[in-house]
Every structure is written in structure tokens, then in C-alpha cells.
């Protein structure tokens, strides 16, 4: 199991691991931390300021110190993720493109079974996810895990040995939900649920799923959410819309309505 972590120091990116771990024990972790300008933290580039002589030496200044503050910050991740078991490597990368069109775009070339970011706010994904786990679901080609800091004791324990819920409509984006589901989670069972508008596709159908009544992206994802409950789900799966003519996924309403509704940890899959 190759997995590629977005790493940032935050309390969000620690629980991530350690939750992760649970889900996946035995790992090869290449933990990340992506480099954005400005670089380097406020603290630090407020004292590089008072210590430059001119505007030259400040950019060679925190050229340097950023790196090497960076490196220290992400061997505290890599070290975490050895702690939990897993095998790790630091990864420090700079990019211009943003923290999670970078993770997006690493995570294509270094091709892992999976990348993990955690989440910060209300559910899996608050209303600011601004950030890293919204642009990397959006972007990333590869299944991403997205972790919320604030699951309870009961979600934590459903980690275990709980089932995996896998959204299912029919579609090729579904199959690939289901395909994947079954791959990282090999001694898991994979419960398939559809929600039923009216307009269920006969092969859902035939595969006597459990079934709910609803319409609409947000209810949709309230029933699926509702299933992952009662059945103390580990993981919710969700496939994604797919590619753009762009090559950019398209996060599917149905998957952001599940992010934002639900704090077990939560799988996107994308199309192709």
C-alpha cells in the first residue's frame, strides 16, 4: 500500500495519520509538505526582515530558511507516520500552483494507492475547505481520503473493523467507487447503497442494494450518510464526476453534498 500524505504541522494533518493508520496499518507513507509563496511562516519572515541588511539578502534569507524550517516540519509528519507503523518518507516540495493543485499534481506523478488529507472544519469538508482537501478531491486523479479532526468516540471505533459504504448509481463512476473500495479495503466488508428518485438503473436494481427514497444531490447524500450510520461505516466512497476536457476532475454534487455532511472519513474516487 503506497500512500501520500499532505502534510502541514496542523492538528487536522496529525489526526489524519494517525486515522489513516487505523484504516491502512501497513504502509509506504511519502508524507508531503508543499511550499507556497510566501515562503516561510509569518514568525519567520518577520524576523528574517529585522535581520537583512537590503532587499537581496531578505530573498536569500528566506530562500534558505524556509526550506530548512519546511524540512524540520515535515520529519515531525514522517515521524508520526512511523510512530503509527508505517514506513515514511519526508518529501518537501515548492510550488506556485497552490498547496492542493500541488498535492493533486505530485500524487499524479509518484502514482500512490491513495492520498490522504485531513480536514479542518465541520464535517469532513467546512464551508472554508479552501483549501488543500476541496482543491485536491477537485483535482487529484487519484482516490483521496479525506479525515476530519472532529469524528467522536464512535467513528473512531467503527475505524476498526467497521464496514465500507460505497455510493452506487450505476454509472462507471460508481463501478469504479466499488472497484476501489474493494482494493484498499481488502478484509473489509463493501456495503453498496443507491438512493432511488424514480429513475434507478435496472442493473442497481438487480444488484439488490439497500435503497432509500430521496432527489436532489443533498438528500441524496443525507441517505447515504444516514446508511453509513446505522451501519457504523468505517468509510463513506463516493466516485466523482469525472474529467473535463481540461483533464481536471469534476467533484460530482453527490460527493461535495457527502463531504460536507458526514465526519467519517470519506473516499473520492475519480473517473479514469
Same mark, same amino acid.
Given at each position: 500500500?503506497?500512500?501520500?500524505? *499532505?502534510?502541514?504541522?496542523?492538528?487536522?494533518?496529525?489526526?489524519?495519520?494517525?486515522?489513516?493508520?487505523?484504516?491502512?496499518?501497513?504502509?509506504?507513507?511519502?508524507?508531503?509538505? #508543499?511550499?507556497?509563496?510566501?515562503? *516561510?511562516? =509569518?514568525?519567520?519572515?518577520?524576523?528574517? !526582515?529585522?535581520?537583512?541588511?537590503?532587499?537581496?539578502?531578505?530573498?536569500?534569507?528566506?530562500?534558505?530558511?524556509?526550506?530548512?524550517?519546511?524540512?524540520? #516540519?515535515?520529519?515531525?509528519?514522517?515521524?508520526?507516520?512511523? $510512530?503509527?507503523?508505517?514506513? @515514511?518518507? +519526508?518529501?518537501? =516540495? !515548492?510550488?506556485?500552483?497552490?498547496?492542493?493543485?500541488?498535492?493533486?499534481?505530485? &500524487?499524479?506523478?509518484? &502514482?500512490?494507492?491513495?492520498?490522504? %488529507?485531513? $480536514?479542518?472544519?465541520?464535517?469532513?469538508?467546512?464551508?472554508?475547505?479552501?483549501?488543500?482537501?476541496?482543491?485536491?478531491?477537485?483535482?487529484?486523479?487519484?482516490? %483521496?481520503?479525506?479525515?476530519?479532526?472532529?469524528?467522536?468516540?464512535?467513528?473512531?471505533?467503527?475505524?476498526?473493523?467497521?464496514?465500507?459504504?460505497? *455510493? /452506487?448509481?450505476?454509472?462507471?463512476?460508481?463501478?469504479? @467507487? /466499488?472497484?476501489?473500495?474493494?482494493?484498499?479495503?481488502?478484509?473489509?466488508?463493501?456495503?453498496?447503497?443507491?438512493?432511488?428518485?424514480?429513475?434507478?438503473?435496472?442493473?442497481?436494481?438487480?444488484?439488490?442494494?439497500? !435503497?432509500?427514497?430521496?432527489?436532489?444531490? *443533498?438528500?441524496?447524500?443525507? &441517505?447515504?450518510? $444516514?446508511?453509513?450510520?446505522?451501519? =457504523?461505516?468505517?468509510?463513506?466512497?463516493?466516485?466523482?464526476?469525472? !474529467?473535463?476536457?481540461?483533464? =481536471?476532475?469534476?467533484?460530482?454534487?453527490?460527493?461535495?453534498?457527502? #463531504?460536507?455532511?458526514?465526519?467519517?472519513?470519506? #473516499?473520492?474516487? +475519480?473517473?479514469?
Amino acid at each position: 500500500m503506497k500512500i501520500v500524505v *499532505g502534510y502541514d504541522g496542523s492538528p487536522a494533518a496529525n489526526s489524519a495519520i494517525s486515522t489513516a493508520s487505523v484504516l491502512f496499518p501497513v504502509a509506504e507513507a511519502v508524507v508531503v509538505y #508543499l511550499c507556497t509563496p510566501p515562503f *516561510g511562516s =509569518k514568525g519567520l519572515r518577520a524576523r528574517l !526582515r529585522h535581520s537583512a541588511r537590503n532587499v537581496n539578502e531578505l530573498i536569500d534569507m528566506v530562500d534558505h530558511e524556509s526550506e530548512k524550517e519546511a524540512e524540520r #516540519l515535515v520529519v515531525t509528519g514522517s515521524t508520526l507516520a512511523r $510512530a503509527v507503523g508505517w514506513e @515514511a518518507e +519526508p518529501v518537501v =516540495k !515548492r510550488t506556485w500552483a497552490g498547496e492542493g493543485l500541488g498535492l493533486a499534481q505530485l &500524487a499524479e506523478e509518484l &502514482a500512490p494507492d491513495v492520498v490522504v %488529507v485531513g $480536514a479542518r472544519g465541520i464535517g469532513a469538508a467546512d464551508s472554508k475547505m479552501g483549501s488543500v482537501s476541496d482543491l485536491v478531491v477537485h483535482h487529484a486523479t487519484r482516490p %483521496v481520503l479525506v479525515i476530519s479532526q472532529h469524528m467522536v468516540s464512535t467513528e473512531y471505533q467503527a475505524l476498526r473493523s467497521g464496514p465500507v459504504v460505497v *455510493g /452506487v448509481d450505476g454509472s462507471a463512476g460508481s463501478d469504479l @467507487a /466499488v472497484k476501489a473500495a474493494e482494493q484498499l479495503f481488502t478484509d473489509r466488508d463493501v456495503l453498496t447503497v443507491t438512493v432511488d428518485d424514480g429513475d434507478a438503473d435496472e442493473a442497481v436494481a438487480a444488484a439488490h442494494v439497500r !435503497r432509500f427514497r430521496g432527489s436532489g444531490a *443533498g438528500s441524496t447524500a443525507d &441517505a447515504l450518510v $444516514a446508511y453509513a450510520d446505522e451501519r =457504523k461505516a468505517a468509510v463513506v466512497v463516493v466516485g466523482s464526476r469525472g !474529467r473535463s476536457a481540461l483533464k =481536471k476532475v469534476l467533484l460530482g454534487s453527490v460527493a461535495a453534498a457527502t #463531504l460536507q455532511r458526514t465526519y467519517r472519513p470519506v #473516499l473520492v474516487v +475519480p473517473q479514469g
